[in-house]
């Protein structure tokens, strides 16, 4: 008898063999000479989900792996730490000091941020603009400024949109909410809390791989976070389980999870983003790396500065001048600085990358252009710059959660308004093991015992 895998069962996450349109695109973006196998990717990619297209992708794996640099690629991007350190800019960091009753009123402001902002977004996570401009239009919320109701959908929408029609039971409006339902955005946050509980700062790339399989389970995970949780089922450690069989080790999820890095060690944007490889290693490579490295320390500036172009300026300080996320970011900077108004701002970064490819939607570098255009344009203001981050499109809650949280951080509690934070009640919905619905004032307070370790 011959045992396999129901392959139509599987999650396409779970899939290499289903997403190698998605894989050559990646490659090709990382400098890999692989463009003489297209037509074998298109063709294996179109065969039939069976053996022997799952045979077929282990072999473009393979050459993929094993593919050399394309000549005259302009990219320095290393994924290990030490890498990393020596392809930075040379800068002078941010430091300084936040007194203890300031910084737990901004840590509750970050926490608190976060979670609005991804509120903000939930609703209408994985819709296109095309769909969610007339939506905020015809209810009167564009610019975007308050929470979407359950009756800013109307029937017509609904009947325009096939997001509206296959999304609906997902939903989660500001006007019918009592608390923050479970999302990976504020997951992370809460697992981040418990490695660092259990293990304090030394915790190794490999801890946090473990404790990814005792708090949470699979279908928690999205994308590179899923196939990174299924190969350490099957053995592999970091940082092959970051590699192996993962097309998606560039999108967004590391950069959704560095958050708590920077919110305990606040005034110290270096041994954030030190923390945050040590969590994104595990899922990412190269870029994927450096979103989540870029906005712990963002964050951990965020505690002792105002001055937002510092804050972001903090951020890229951690990664590699020579990668593509540093010249994205710094692209927008230049953008901002010389003038460019920000409805041309999003036009660009959306010239730049496609909102209808998965890849284009979910990439680090997309989304963060997106973060850095919001907290540069919102000047400060919270509502606005989450707002500015969710109607732009791509990962909204991903971006209004990572804007939210910086602003709360930079702002303190008082910066948010109580249309804002009251519909959560001071409550969060986690997906972890032992913890279900929190109290965000509790997580504060641990939070708080945690930067002094």
Same mark, same amino acid.
């Given at each position: 008898?011959?045992?396999?895998p129901?392959?139509?069962?599987?999650?396409?996450?779970?899939?290499?063999?289903?997403?190698?349109?998605?894989?050559?695109?990646?490659?090709l973006?990382?400098?890999?000479?692989?463009?003489? $196998?297209?037509?074998?990717?298109?063709?294996?990619?179109?065969?039939?989900?069976?053996?022997?297209?799952?045979?077929?992708?282990?072999?473009?794996?393979?050459?993929v792996?094993?593919?050399?640099?394309?000549?005259?690629?302009?990219?320095?991007?290393?994924?290990?730490l030490?890498?990393?350190?020596?392809c930075?800019?040379?800068?002078?960091?941010?430091?300084?000091?936040?007194?203890?009753?300031?910084?737990r009123?901004?840590? *509750?402001?970050?926490?608190?941020?976060?979670?609005?902002?991804?509120?903000?977004?939930?609703?209408?996570?994985?819709i296109?603009?095309?769909?969610?401009l007339?939506?905020?239009?015809?209810?009167?919320? $564009?610019?975007?400024?308050?929470?979407?109701?359950?009756t800013?959908?109307?029937?017509?929408?609904?009947?325009?949109?096939?997001f509206?029609?296959?999304?609906?039971?997902?939903?989660?409006?500001?006007?019918?909410?009592?608390?923050?339902? $479970?999302?990976?955005?504020?997951?992370?946050?809460?697992?981040? *809390?418990?490695?660092?509980?259990?293990?304090?700062?030394?915790?190794?790339?490999?801890?946090m791989?473990?404790?990814?399989?005792?708090?949470?389970?699979?279908?928690?995970?999205?994308?590179?976070e899923?196939?990174?949780?299924?190969?350490?089922?099957?053995? *592999?450690?970091?940082?092959?389980?970051?590699?192996?069989?993962?097309?998606?080790?560039?999108?967004?999820?590391?950069?959704?999870?560095?958050?708590?890095?920077?919110?305990?060690?606040?005034?110290?944007?270096?041994?954030?983003?030190?923390?945050?490889?040590?969590?994104?290693s595990?899922?990412?490579?190269?870029?994927? +790396?450096?979103?989540?490295?870029?906005?712990?320390?963002?964050?951990?500036?965020?505690?002792?500065?105002?001055?937002?172009?510092?804050?972001?300026?903090?951020?890229?300080?951690q990664?590699p001048?020579?990668?593509?996320?540093?010249?994205?970011?710094?692209?927008?900077?230049?953008?901002?600085?010389?003038?460019?108004?920000?409805?041309?701002?999003?036009?660009?970064?959306?010239?730049?990358?496609?909102?209808?490819?998965?890849?284009g939607?979910?990439?680090?570098?997309?989304?963060?252009?997106?973060?850095?255009?919001?907290?540069?344009?919102?000047?400060?203001?919270?509502?606005?710059s989450?707002?500015m981050a969710?109607?732009?499109?791509?990962?909204?809650?991903?971006?209004?959660?990572?804007?939210?949280?910086?602003?709360?951080?930079?702002?303190?509690?008082?910066?948010?308004?109580?249309?804002w934070?009251?519909?959560?009640?001071?409550?969060?919905?986690?997906?972890?093991?032992?913890?279900?619905?929190?109290? +965000?004032?509790?997580?504060?307070?641990?939070?708080?015992?945690?930067?002094?370790?």
């Amino acid at each position: 008898m011959k045992f396999q895998p129901d392959y139509e069962k599987l999650h396409l996450w779970e899939q290499y063999a289903q997403q190698l349109d998605i894989e050559y695109e990646q490659s090709l973006e990382e400098g890999k000479d692989i463009e003489q $196998y297209r037509k074998l990717f298109e063709s294996v990619q179109a065969m039939p989900l069976d053996e022997k297209k799952v045979r077929m992708a282990d072999i473009l794996f393979e050459i993929v792996m094993q593919a050399p640099q394309r000549e005259g690629y302009a990219y320095v991007e290393p994924s290990d730490l030490e890498g990393i350190k020596r392809c930075r800019p040379a800068s002078e960091p941010v430091r300084g000091e936040v007194k203890k009753e300031e910084l737990r009123d901004k840590l *509750l402001g970050a926490w608190v941020g976060r979670i609005c902002g991804c509120l903000l977004g939930k609703p209408v996570e994985g819709i296109r603009t095309e769909a969610l401009l007339p939506l905020l239009k015809r209810s009167g919320n $564009y610019p975007m400024e308050r929470y979407i109701r359950s009756t800013d959908i109307w029937p017509e929408l609904k009947e325009q949109y096939s997001f509206y029609q296959e999304a609906e039971t997902r939903r989660c409006y500001g006007d019918q909410v009592s608390y923050m339902p $479970y999302d990976d955005d504020t997951n992370y946050v809460v697992l981040a *809390l418990k490695v660092i509980e259990k293990y304090g700062k030394n915790f190794t790339p490999f801890d946090m791989s473990q404790e990814w399989m005792a708090l949470q389970p699979k279908v928690a995970y999205c994308t590179a976070e899923r196939v990174a949780f299924c190969n350490f089922v099957n053995g *592999l450690t970091p940082p092959e389980s970051a590699l192996y069989h993962n097309p998606y080790r560039e999108w967004i999820g590391a950069q959704i999870r560095g958050d708590y890095f920077g919110y305990i060690n606040p005034g110290n944007p270096e041994f954030a983003a030190e923390l945050a490889w040590r969590d994104a290693s595990i899922s990412h490579v190269k870029n994927g +790396i450096y979103g989540e490295m870029m906005v712990a320390a963002m964050l951990a500036s965020a505690a002792v500065t105002e001055d937002i172009e510092a804050i972001i300026r903090s951020g890229i300080a951690q990664i590699p001048e020579k990668s593509r996320l540093y010249e994205s970011v710094q692209k927008v900077l230049d953008w901002y600085a010389c003038g460019v108004g920000q409805e041309e701002c999003f036009a660009r970064i959306h010239q730049e990358w496609d909102e209808h490819t998965d890849h284009g939607w979910c990439h680090t570098i997309s989304n963060a252009m997106i973060v850095v255009a919001a907290l540069l344009y919102g000047n400060g203001d919270y509502g606005k710059s989450i707002g500015m981050a969710v109607q732009t499109g791509f990962d909204t809650d991903c971006n209004g959660a990572t804007v939210g949280s910086v602003l709360g951080m930079r702002n303190g509690i008082s910066g948010i308004s109580e249309e804002w934070s009251a519909p959560i009640q001071g409550t969060l919905e986690t997906t972890i093991f032992g913890m279900g619905k929190v109290s +965000i004032e509790e997580m504060v307070d641990i939070t708080m015992k945690h930067v002094g370790l």
